[in-house]
């Protein structure tokens, strides 16, 4: 891959980022601001879907395999 292709294609979505987001008519010190709350809350978001989503995903799964009725361990052994 030819860098130079690389950097005007990296430069192009950054140019994309600042016309879909609207902080291109910001001040370089606020564009720093908008910038530091969006990625952090994208953080925070990452970070709790990570650590909570799987449990509860557990959770639900235990909660409707309880109420549509689980198979027993001698169906599934002779499915298999």
């Not at 994309?16 to 609207?22: F, N, R, S, V």
């Not at 509860?56 to 361990?73: D, W």
């Amino acid at each position: 891959m030819d860098f130079k292709y690389l950097k005007e294609y990296l430069g192009w979505l950054y140019y994309q980022y600042l016309l879909i987001t609207g902080i291109y008519v910001l001040e370089p010190w606020e564009q720093s601001i908008f910038n530091s709350v969006l990625f952090s809350s994208m953080a925070m978001v990452i970070y709790t879907s990570y650590t909570f989503v799987p449990v509860h995903v557990r959770l639900a799964h235990k909660f409707f395999s309880g109420i549509c009725g689980e198979q027993p361990e001698s169906t599934m052994a002779l499915i298999n």
